[in-house]
């Protein structure tokens, strides 16, 4: 088998694409309904690394419009099975989405990641990434 993974732009009948995921490339098993719904809405984007059949690798974004800005994306996450890590699928993801972004009018993308997580601060620099300061707060909307 070719060693070489093939990185794909995810379109709406590409469901099927995330019945052979490697471990690790998800935080969760894949849910139906929300494949569907994600890759159905045309401001949600994922490319896949794979190796065969299987995805090795995959990232997310969103990309948004507001009154005020241009187009932008918010990469959601990037993710690359542990055996296939540090052989530059991360960057391949990554320019990929980005090449997404520049089709769609984007004029930056932007993500947030963990201060200790220092292989992604890594790949991030190394695509251009520069770092910013920012407070990251959420919400459980699921409590009064």
């Known amino acids: 088998m070719d060693q070489t993974p093939t990185i794909r732009l995810l379109r709406p009948d590409d469901a099927a694409v995330l019945a052979n995921v490697a471990d690790d490339v998800f935080d969760q098993d894949i849910n139906p309904r929300w494949t569907a719904e994600f890759l159905n809405d045309p401001r949600h984007h994922m490319v896949v690394a794979l190796l065969g059949n299987q995805v090795i690798g995959m990232a997310s974004a969103v990309h948004y419009v507001h009154p005020d ?16 890590r540090q052989r530059g699928i991360g960057r391949q993801l990554v320019a990929a989405l980005f090449s997404r972004g520049r089709e769609l009018g984007c004029k930056e993308a932007w993500l947030g990641t963990e201060e200790l997580n220092a292989a992604a601060r890594r790949l ?21």
Request: no cysteine; net charge negative.
């Open 69 to 84: 800005k241009p187009p932008e994306m918010w990469v959601n996450e990037v993710s690359v099975a542990p055996p296939h």
């Open 124 to 144: 991030y620099a190394s695509v251009g990434g520069v770092e910013q300061s920012m407070v990251y707060v959420t919400f459980d909307l699921q409590r009064p």
